[in-house]
């Protein structure tokens, strides 16, 4: 595999909704894009497919399908992994982001730094304001709603049958 990576610091703790990547394709393989904090995958991987991608550098959206929460001040990595070189992330020479640097690798295992470039990225994040770990933190909702919330478990609402006269939540 050809692995590329961009390595990021968030500013705020939030959960991460999308990034958005500057791409481009020279062959038919598809492109798998998943973050990492350099010990664990936090994202699931998705695939962005080749036919999806045409020859010139173009701006491609990455929606994770579970929730990814980022903390402030830790480091990760936007890893983008092809089967062959058929795909281009676009770089930047000229303003190179200051929290991170781009890396390469073609095995996953041994990473070497791009030095003086960073690759075209863009992510965005929605800021945390509850947890929810519990009935009566689901229920607080009501409190709030046009807050932005984060299931942290699975959740047992059967004592909540006897809510409200017996309607249940």
Known sequence: DHMLAQEFVPSATAQ???????????????MHVFITDNSTQVSNEMIVPGSSVGATLQWVDVHFDTSVILE?????????????????????????????????????????????????????????????????????????LTGNYALMNDIDASETATWNGGLGF
């Open 16 to 30: 991460l909704e999308m990034v958005m990547l500057k791409v481009s394709r020279a062959g038919i393989s598809d």
């Open 72 to 144: 402030a001040g830790r480091t990760y990595y936007i890893v983008v992994r092809a089967g062959s070189y058929d795909w281009n992330w676009g770089g930047d020479t000229a303003d190179p982001y200051a929290a991170g640097q781009a890396w390469w690798s073609q095995t996953g295992t041994s990473w070497a730094p791009m030095a003086g470039v960073d690759m075209n990225f863009q992510t965005y994040m929605t800021t945390i304001h509850n947890k929810i770990y519990d009935i009566n933190d689901l229920q607080d909702i009501n409190l709030n």
